[in-house]
């Protein structure tokens, strides 16, 4: 079980709503995340506005799995502990996303919340209301590389591993905020380890994903 007495939230920006949890998973954690990853990775994808569809983009070469809200008991744990933290219940967050990002690899920046303008996000919106919060738990650092970047407010984190990066896709009311624009600056040494967790503003437990 995680000693959470070394958990710390802090700050780091107002608008977008940024903040960093040090030491939010042990390097226990850490491993056993990575290690159920494991050799089930396929390319990341990203999802088409237009259709609703999942397909490959030039602008994120990172390989990926999915872990179920309860895989086991660790993820479990997680899961729970992640929800006290960002004061949004279990229900509310998509199944965990394991990422590894290897040499080379990146996530341009992007938006993580729907454009609903487009039509292809139009169920998913329905069901599921906005991505309200995202959270990227850094599983193990690169060498060098890999930081984690907000072009629109001038901020940029190294990855720490076992260190947890939480940000608020939406303003207080409800619309949403373009600083939130982020992405993943490619590794130029060693790998790097995220999972990535998305939650929503209405229940999602039990649906399609």
Known sequence: MKDESRIQSIPLFGSPTVWLIRDFLSEEECSHLIRLAGDKLDRSAVMNGKNGDSELSEDRSSWQTSLNICHDSVVAEIEQRLAQHVSLPVEHGEGMQVIRYGHGQEFKP??????????GFAETLNRR????????????????????????INLRIKPTTGYALCFNNLLDDGSLDVKSLHGSLPVSAGEKWVATKFLHEKPIFGSKD
């Open 129 to 152: 209301g906005q991505r309200r919060t995202t959270v990227l738990m850094y599983l193990s650092a690169p060498e060098t590389g890999g930081e984690t970047i907000f072009p629109a």
């Open 110 to 119: 992007h938006h993580d919340y729907f454009d609903p303008a487009m039509p």
